[in-house]
């Protein structure tokens, strides 16, 4: 059983910068792809980055160029750095994880969820 646990969010100015880590728990979570998702009040879930085992990532449009997804391995943590935030940032952030090697988009194929950090970007 993995259990995932979001920190680093935080109310910050646009343009401003933020580090999200998610800490897994669980011998084999290098094995696992894991993502960020978001869930801004009155939408579903976004995926915004993803990394598989293997080092592949993928990222939502909006972020590319903004947001860098990393892991590190032997922490068991994935983070999400994320720079020149705009007010549409403004999300709940949620760490997620599943067995495999895709990156799927949708919060329907992740089996392990983290509690979620809010991020509140003011403009």
């Known amino acids: 059983q993995v259990q995932l646990v979001e920190s680093g969010g935080g109310l910050v100015q646009a343009g401003d910068s933020l580090r999200l880590s998610c800490v897994a728990s669980?011998?084999?979570?290098?094995?696992?792809?894991k993502v960020w998702f978001r869930q801004a009040p009155g939408k579903e879930r976004e995926f915004v980055a993803g990394?598989?085992?293997?080092?592949?990532?993928q990222y939502l449009d909006s972020v590319k160029g903004r947001f860098t997804i990393s892991k590190d391995n032997a922490k068991n943590t994935v983070y999400l750095q994320m720079n020149s935030l705009k007010p549409e940032d403004t999300a709940v952030y949620y760490c997620?994880?599943?067995?495999?090697?895709?990156?799927?988009?949708?919060?329907?194929?992740?089996?392990?969820w983290g509690q979620g950090t809010q991020v509140t970007v003011s403009s």
């Open positions: 669980g011998p084999t979570f290098d094995l696992y792809t």
């Open positions: 997620a994880a599943r067995k495999g090697l895709t990156i799927p988009d949708s919060y329907v194929f992740y089996d392990y």
């Open positions: 990394v598989t085992w293997g080092g592949s990532i």
